[in-house]
């Protein structure tokens, strides 16, 4: 099985700064690595695929990057509505998510 | 709109079955895959299982293989999850999720149906 690693497990970041966060692969998952927004008692909400692509209608601050078993997400400019849990998720070899990272405001 | 939405959770004792259903809109459903995706209070998103989109193949997670079943009615747009013999730990938030192409990311999902098993 595919173990996906995200850290840090919360990050503090204030409203207008850069956040960042990382995913790590046990093993090379090429590109195939999707990226979910989650706030409390709802679905999670896809926002990058292919390591890179935004989803449709996914706000331009979002990116991603990354390929093998590296990757990141960058949330530029931080709004209100950004505070949440973000997973990663691979499916190159089944589906595996990673434990998510809680975005909080600092 | 693409619309999914679970069904059938409550709350079971160790041992029963209990039986999930996702009623899909708003697109093809019988093009597309359709996953199960659970979450346990307070941890992370675990995949459970797939069907293809002409439930032909069935894939599932070790975790419930042997336990759960899925099926599909294409004719109504509905996917079913049969669970048996449940255990403490298949509490949780049970989610349908729509795969944006095959072996893809999922691009929409249900709201989510809350299974707890207790005795």
């Known amino acids: 099985e595919v173990v996906m690693t995200q850290s840090p497990a919360t990050l503090s970041v204030s409203p207008g700064e850069r956040a960042t966060l990382s995913c790590r692969a046990s093993q090379s998952v090429s590109t195939k690595l999707a990226w979910y927004q989650q706030k409390p008692g709802q679905a999670p909400r896809l926002l990058i695929y292919s390591a890179s692509t935004r989803a449709t209608g996914i706000p331009a601050r979002f990116s991603g990057s990354g390929s093998g078993t590296e990757f990141t997400l960058t949330i530029d400019s931080l709004q209100s509505e950004d505070f949440a849990v973000y997973s990663c998720?691979?499916?190159?070899?089944?589906?595996?998510f990673g434990q998510g990272t809680k975005l909080e405001i600092k | 709109q693409v619309q999914l939405v679970e069904s059938g959770g409550g709350v079971v004792q160790p041992g029963r079955s209990l039986r999930l259903s996702c009623a899909a809109s708003?697109?093809?459903?019988?093009?597309?895959?359709i996953h199960w995706v659970r979450q346990a209070p307070g941890k992370g998103l675990e995949w459970v299982a797939v069907?293809?989109?002409?439930?032909?193949?069935?894939y599932y997670a070790d975790s419930v293989k042997g336990r759960f079943t899925l099926s599909r009615d294409n004719s109504k747009n509905t996917m079913y999850l049969q669970m048996s013999g449940l255990r403490d730990d298949d509490t949780a938030v049970y989610y349908c999720?729509?795969?944006?192409?095959?072996?893809?990311?999922?691009?929409?999902w249900g709201r989510g149906t809350l299974v707890t098993v207790s005795s």
């Open positions: 708003g697109f093809t459903f019988s093009s597309y895959a």
């Open positions: 069907i293809s989109s002409d439930g032909g193949k069935k």
């Open positions: 999720a729509k795969e944006r192409a095959p072996v893809a990311e999922f691009d929409h």
């Open positions: 998720q691979q499916y190159n070899d089944k589906y595996t």
